[in-house]
């Protein structure tokens, strides 16, 4: 029970709450989260794979001192470029956004589903963290902060350049600096190659034009996504290759920056359920070990993120297991934990949310750039209050509405339900519960005749504009109520809802969820209503909670 309902049994009015929550000078200590859904570390010194079943993609991540960060695309969610930390790198948790909007800020007040921040990297130099992440319509971008955890710079475009991707800085031993890129077809009509440029020290400007150093054409079609190392007198480039379902990992290494390189296959799926794994990060650890992280397709899912035991032979890293000596290796399902020189307890992304603090979790993302006024939590009443907004000019789908408040699906099979008080103001004024992707579906409580009622509304292919339809209403007996989705493998979606909390009824059909534009499928809230108003109503959540 939450801590307002124990204060309110006992005769307590809201606002004494009030006074005594913004009074008290009690500390919690904050406990770190573990989801109740998945959890790599298997609590014997091992863990398992995926370390993050959840859409953190194109991942990359560094080791400063004791810590391990961790950066990810984010395309047009706002906030965006998550940073995660761990201290073992299988426990993770999320501890902010470099980006709080992303720029150009007024074109991404709309969704742009599959633009935005591309494949990032994330780098450590001169007592600074620095990201580099490429938006393919503009350019390349770096951001830095003196702190992982932020704030971080406003984002500097270092190169304006149309259908640039996948940057990653180097800081070389004698002082000079570089940055590797790829480059993609969609926007330039150039794949398959990887170019070194030039960069200022400070990195806020490329020198030149750049070298190109690499052509993947023949044998390794669609290398992208490089990470560069130096290493022993080598310079090394890790690359995927072969595309995001089904690629496999390479290493080219030089003694020259702009190379010849020669170049390996590392890591590939093998014998193995993995598909494609590939693209990530080399992290070597406090005792010497080096580790890969690396994502793997799962559809619905997203790209979630796995990390694999690596070693070097001959100067060329072999990443997962080689269970057959050619130097490739195979991806793990489960393995001992890196050493880090001692253990760490379990810890996981938040999922979850009670709503009683006086922010919103670092779990939830926009769908665009947000706007003042869509939500605001309330610590004291424990709830965040979502606001119904206007459907952009047009409406035809959710596909384009800016104010869904959305996360990332955590595992494979979860239940997700949420409790609400709808205080509608006007008919067709709407809130509920969403999965949203190329396809979704949500159920939703709506205002009609002084009534509200329940639905389940599916849209197929919403990215071209479909219509959504919407089954049939049931009347609610109140304004409080929970909504449900359970989801199950293969992302199928069964809708419910309840007046009392515990007997819950289904409605609509069974929903096959569907992958967004580059991204997995997200579950969330909205509120929305049919026009202009003089005053909007709203939805009180009072929780948010993965089972």
């Known amino acids: 029970m939450k801590l307002k309902n124990l204060f309110v049994q006992a005769g307590i009015t809201l606002l004494s709450l ?28 091992t863990y398992k794979n995926p370390i993050l079943h959840a859409d953190y993609s194109d991942p990359d991540a560094i080791r400063v001192g004791d810590d391990y960060y961790m950066t ?43 633009g935005g921040v591309w494949a990032p990297s994330i780098r450590y130099h ?49 002082g000079s600096a570089y940055l590797v890129s790829a480059m993609v077809a969609s926007r330039s009509g150039i794949k398959s190659v990887l170019v070194v440029s030039r960069m200022s020290a400070d990195g806020t400007r490329l020198l030149d034009d750049g070298v190109m150093v690499f052509d993947g054409h023949d044998r390794n079609p669609t290398v992208e996504g490089p990470k560069f190392y130096k290493r022993g007198g080598y310079y090394y480039i890790f690359a995927p290759a072969g595309g995001v379902p089904t690629g496999w990992q390479l290493a080219l290494r030089s003694k020259s920056i702009y190379g010849p390189y020669e ?22 650890t406090q005792t010497g070990e080096s580790w890969f992280i690396h994502f793997q397709d799962k559809g619905a899912y997203g790209r979630v993120v796995h990390l694999e035991p690596m070693s070097w032979a001959d100067g060329w890293p072999v990443i997962g297991i080689d269970r057959d000596g050619d130097g490739v290796g195979e991806p793990v399902a489960s393995h001992r934990k890196p050493n880090v020189g001692r253990s760490y307890p379990a810890e996981t ?8 603090a006086n922010a919103l979790g670092r779990q ?23 606001f119904n907004v206007e459907p952009p000019e047009g409406f035809r789908n959710f596909w384009g509405v800016p104010n869904l408040l959305l996360q990332k699906l955590p595992a494979e099979s979860f239940t997700v339900t949420t409790k609400a008080t709808f205080n509608a103001q006007a008919d067709g004024e709407k809130t509920g519960l969403v999965v949203m992707g190329l396809d979704y579906a949500y159920v939703s409580v709506s205002k009609r005749a002084e009534r509200l009622y329940v639905s389940q509304t599916v849209c197929k292919n919403a990215d071209a504009g479909a219509a959504e339809k919407q089954g049939a209403e049931t009347p609610l007996p109140g ?62 959540f009072d929780w948010f909670r993965f089972e």
């Not at 006074?19 to 790599?40: G, I, R």
């Not at 951001?143 to 710079?153: C, R, V």
């Not at 494609?276 to 992290?283: E, N, S, Y």
Request: with cysteine; aromatic share 12%; proline share 9%.
């Open 126 to 174: 001169d007592g600074e963290f620095y990201i580099f992440y490429p938006d393919p319509d503009r350019g390349i971008y770096m951001t830095k902060a003196k702190d992982a955890a932020g704030p971080w710079s406003e984002p500097l475009l270092i190169k304006e350049a149309r259908g640039w991707e996948d940057p990653c800085p180097l800081w070389d031993t004698d």
């Open 349 to 356: 992304p938040a999922d979850s949310d009670e709503f009683d």
């Open 263 to 284: 170049q390996r296959v590392v890591l590939a799926q093998g014998g193995t359920k993995i598909n494609g794994p590939h693209q990530g990060a080399w992290v070597e």
């Open 72 to 114: 990810a695309s984010s395309f047009n969610a706002a906030p965006g470029l998550p940073v995660l930390r761990s201290k073992d790198l299988v426990n993770w948790t999320l501890v902010g956004h470099a980006l709080r909007r992303q720029p150009p800020y007024d074109l991404f007040g709309e969704p742009q589903h599959g």
């Open 18 to 45: 009030t006074f005594l929550l913004t009074n008290s000078t009690a500390q919690t200590p904050s406990a770190a989260h573990v989801s109740k859904v998945w959890v790599a570390d298997k609590g014997d010194g």
């Open 479 to 540: 304004s409080t109520f929970y909504l449900r989705v359970k989801v199950s493998p293969g992302a199928l979606c069964s809708f419910s809802y309840s007046s009392d909390g515990k007997n819950f009824t289904p409605v609509g059909e069974p929903f096959t969820a569907r992958q967004g534009k580059w991204i997995g499928a997200k579950v969330g809230l909205f509120a929305v209503r049919n026009g202009a108003q003089r005053e909007a109503g709203y939805a009180d």
């Open 364 to 386: 939830w993302q926009w769908q665009a750039n947000p706007r003042p006024g869509w939500a605001f939590p309330s610590g004291a009443l424990g709830v965040l209050r979502i």
